[in-house]
Structures are given as C-alpha cells and as structure tokens.
C-alpha cells in the first residue's frame, strides 16, 4: 500500500467528522496563518483551528515569496482577511542549506540552476523578521497592521512571538 492509498483508506474511515463551517470560502476569524510544511506543526491542532476559520499556507521555511504574497493578496482583497499569523519554527530544514549549495546541487543534477531563492537562514528569528518586513512592504497587501510573527519549538510546542519593533530594522 501506497503512502496516498494509506491516506485515503483513513479518509474513508474518518468520514464526515470534521467540525466547522463549511458554507463560505472566507474564513470566519479573518486571519490567514502562513507556517513551514514540516510536518511537525500541525496548524489546526496547535491553534484549536476549525473547518472555515482560517487560511493556512505552506511552504518550505514559511517564507513570504511572491507566491505567498499572491495567496495572500487574494485572502485579503477577495477573502476577507485581515490578520497575519507568521510560524517559523525550531530545527527548520531550511537551517541546514544554504543558498549557493543547493543551487548548486540542483544544476548539477540537472543542468539547470533554480531562477528562484532557496531562502536559506541560519537565525529563524531573523526570518521571521524578514518575511514581517516583505509583506509590510508589499503594495499587494492592504491590512498590515496586525501582521505577527512567532517561532514555534518543535519539542515544547511553546510559540515565541518575535519582537515586531525589531522588524523596521530586517
């Protein structure tokens, strides 16, 4: 069995038990929360998350790109958002690369080197403040008073906000 046919076998068992609300395309609390794809944070878990109260958009690192600020445009503009949740996290993938060397290993692979940034760091609260100040910069993105940033601890579980008034200074 196939990790996708495990997947599905517990989506039958699972059935239709998930709560929320389902009616609307907008969520309900008006935030949308943008966090790594390790799948150690479990977004709805950590945040008591519903069906229908919040957007959640992944990526490697949880970095705001400009495939970020796109879902994110369209979240406020179309969608009703007003906040943004930033989740950066402990022991992040992202700390063990950087930037030339795994460009460098892709072209090598495969002949071609990546257009687009790796976002590498080695200081995740300097990331954190980094994509803070990219999206308080961006002109796509209307609502930027209440945009936060926290790094969630893989092994506690514990969410520390970083310092917004040091986010000017990224």
Not at 9 to 16: A, D, I, Q, S
């Amino acid at each position: 069995m196939t990790a996708i046919d495990e997947l599905l076998k517990r989506n039958y068992e699972l059935g239709n038990v998930v709560p929320g609300d389902r009616s609307s395309a907008k969520p309900s609390l008006q935030v949308a929360i943008l966090t790594c794809m390790d799948s150690r944070i479990r977004v709805f878990e950590i945040f008591g998350l519903k069906q229908g109260e919040a957007h959640v958009l992944r990526n490697a690192g949880g970095v705001v790109t400009d495939d970020m600020i796109r879902s994110l445009a369209l979240s406020q503009r179309k969608l009703g958002t007003r906040e943004v949740l930033l989740v950066h996290h402990t022991n992040c993938g992202l700390e063990m690369v950087t930037e030339d060397d795994f460009k460098d290993e892709l072209e090598t692979d495969t002949g071609l080197r990546p257009t687009w940034a790796v976002e590498a760091f080695k200081v995740v609260e300097q990331s954190v403040r980094g994509s803070m100040a990219r999206l308080r910069r961006s002109p796509f993105i209307p609502h930027t008073d209440k945009i936060r940033g926290f790094v969630y601890d893989v092994h506690t579980g514990e969410l520390r906000e970083v310092d917004a008034a040091e986010t000017a200074a990224a």
